[in-house]
Structures are given as structure tokens and as C-alpha cells.
């Protein structure tokens, strides 16, 4: 990943079987399936591809799945090699950059001081030579001056900000250091992020709404915000259906009405069965078909 670059990225789902294991074909074709639409890049085991549920050994095939298949296509890989131990990250960084992975990000390490945190995306941007993108979580106690703080280290190149408070991604932006980016990192501010001068943004919501997802960022950026903003409006009121119904079941509902896998997020996360399915589609009903087919065939 070139510096000040940035765009749209797709999270990449993990598909997996009913024990948990990574399913590495399935994997491939959701690479390919991202590939075909209008994104900049992707993002390997992060939240949506649960990473942190994954072996080493799978994670590390993952990586290897998306570098190799997106090799050629002109799309940056990102790839979150945040783990429960430093040992383990800095094995996943090293991969990452033998793989040919265009930039790595990583989540916080747990439970580690603001010092030793700033050890950790030290030695993560080290081992790997890459471009390193930091990660403030909605669980993250990092304040903004301590993430700044984090972005002189050298080798970390932007942050990817979740924030459940927006006010602290605009402090972010109205701070960011010369050189640096900002993903944004909750779906339901992607077209305020933008508006305030995020680089841009890594969502859930871009596996399944993918044209929808990049027009409203881009459509953001060129001006055109009652545009963007119909379509950020739509996103979210399909978000609190889901949030109330229960996101991680009413995203896999989605995925199989797409005809994409069964199964992405393993146990505990619970798999939604046909009334589920039923139910949400009532209540999402044109709404959801408009989301899903926009931009094919002429924009909704």
C-alpha cells in the first residue's frame, strides 16, 4: 500500500465449517467475488474476517489466499495481524511481508499500558517493513493525544478509527499528523468521515453492499452529499433493524440470501436459522433489495 493512499477496503469474511475450521476455497472465491466490485483494496482477518478466532496456520493461508489471488489487480491487501500476544503478532508481521502484503494494521495489544503499546506498533512495523495501520477499537482506553502519539512511531502510517464517539475520529482528523491517513471504521459514519476528510473506510456492510458502500464514500468526497447522504441513510436504518434483530445473525442472512457461504463467524456467535431469515426479511424487504442489487443495472 503506497503512503496517503486509501480508499474503500472490503473486510473480507472467513468462511468456515461447522467445527470452526477455515474453509481456504471458500476463502478464495470471496476474494474473487471483491475483486469484481468497486473497491480499492481488502482487509484479511480483521473483526468481520475474525482473525482472532483463527489459528496461526489458517491466518497465515488466508493471507497467502488474498495477496496471491488480488496479485495483478491493481487492489491493495491490508492485512491485521493483531493477536492475543506479541509473540504471535510479530510472527503473523513477518509473514505478511514475505507474502507480499501491500501494508499491515493491528489492533491494540490487550491490556497493555499506553508505553508498552507504543513497543508493540514499534516492533509490528519492524518486523514487518511495511506500512502499519493502527487500530483504536470502540474497546480501546487509548485517548487521542496517546493515539497520535502512536502515529510518529516510524512505519505506522494511519489508523483505522472505530470510535462509537464520532467526536473523537473528527478530533483524529483535525489533528492527524502530515503524511498520515484515517480509515473510518463504523459504517454508520462513513459518509460524515468523509465529509470531514477521512482517507477512507473499512466496513462490514462493503461485503454485501459493496457499489453502494463506494458511492457513498466517493459521492462524499466529490460534493454530491444529498446523494450520499440518501444512501448513508438507508445503510443505517438496515443497521438498527439488524443491531435490533442481532447484527452477526442478520449479516449471515444476508450472505446466504446472496448465495454465498452458511457460515462466517464461529461459536459462540449464533448461526440464524429459517425463521430468523423470515422475520428479518420482512422487515428489511425493499430496502434490503435495494441496497443489495444498487448499481447494477443503473443506480437505485
Not at 496517503?4 to 472490503?10: M, Q, R, V, Y
Not at 457461504?261 to 448461526?271: E, L, S
Request: charged share 20%; with cysteine; hydrophobic share 40%.
Amino acid at each position: 500500500m503506497e503512503k496517503n493512499s486509501g480508499g474503500i477496503l472490503i473486510p473480507l469474511c472467513s468462511p468456515c465449517d461447522a467445527q470452526d475450521r477455515f474453509l481456504p476455497g471458500e476463502f478464495e472465491q470471496a476474494v474473487r467475488l471483491s475483486l469484481r466490485e468497486p473497491a480499492d483494496g481488502l482487509y484479511v482477518c480483521g473483526g468481520t474476517g475474525e482473525g482472532l478466532k483463527m489459528r496461526l496456520e489458517e491466518r497465515k493461508e488466508a493471507c497467502e489466499i488474498a495477496v496471491s489471488t488480488a496479485s495483478g489487480s491493481g487492489r491493495h491487501v491490508l492485512v491485521q495481524i493483531g493477536a492475543h500476544t506479541w509473540r504471535d503478532a510479530l510472527e503473523l508481521a513477518e509473514h505478511a511481508a514475505r507474502t507480499g502484503a501491500d501494508a499491515i494494521s493491528s489492533i491494540p495489544l490487550p491490556d497493555a499500558s499506553q508505553a508498552e503499546l507504543a513497543a508493540y506498533y514499534r516492533a509490528v512495523a519492524a518486523a514487518s517493513g511495511l506500512d502499519t495501520i493502527i487500530y483504536h477499537t470502540p474497546q480501546s482506553s487509548q485517548t487521542v493525544e496517546q493515539v497520535l502519539e502512536c502515529l510518529e512511531i516510524p512505519g505506522v502510517t494511519g489508523v483505522k478509527s472505530s470510535s462509537n464517539d464520532f467526536f473523537f475520529t473528527i478530533r483524529l482528523l483535525a489533528e492527524l499528523p502530515q503524511g498520515k491517513i484515517l480509515f473510518n471504521g463504523k459504517d454508520e459514519y462513513t459518509v460524515p468521515a468523509a465529509v470531514q476528510g477521512a482517507h477512507g473506510g473499512i466496513g462490514m456492510w462493503a461485503n454485501v453492499f459493496p457499489a453502494a458502500y463506494a458511492d457513498m464514500y466517493r459521492l462524499a468526497k466529490a460534493g454530491s452529499f444529498r446523494e450520499a447522504f440518501a444512501l448513508q441513510t438507508k445503510l443505517n436504518e438496515l443497521c438498527c433493524t439488524a443491531v435490533s434483530m442481532g447484527l452477526l445473525p442478520s449479516f449471515s442472512c444476508i450472505l446466504r440470501c446472496q448465495g454465498r457461504w452458511d457460515r462466517v463467524f464461529r461459536a459462540p456467535a449464533a448461526q440464524p436459522d429459517e425463521a430468523f431469515c423470515r422475520a428479518f426479511l420482512e422487515r428489511t424487504g425493499t430496502l434490503l433489495e435495494e441496497l443489495c442489487t444498487y448499481g447494477k443495472g443503473g443506480r437505485t
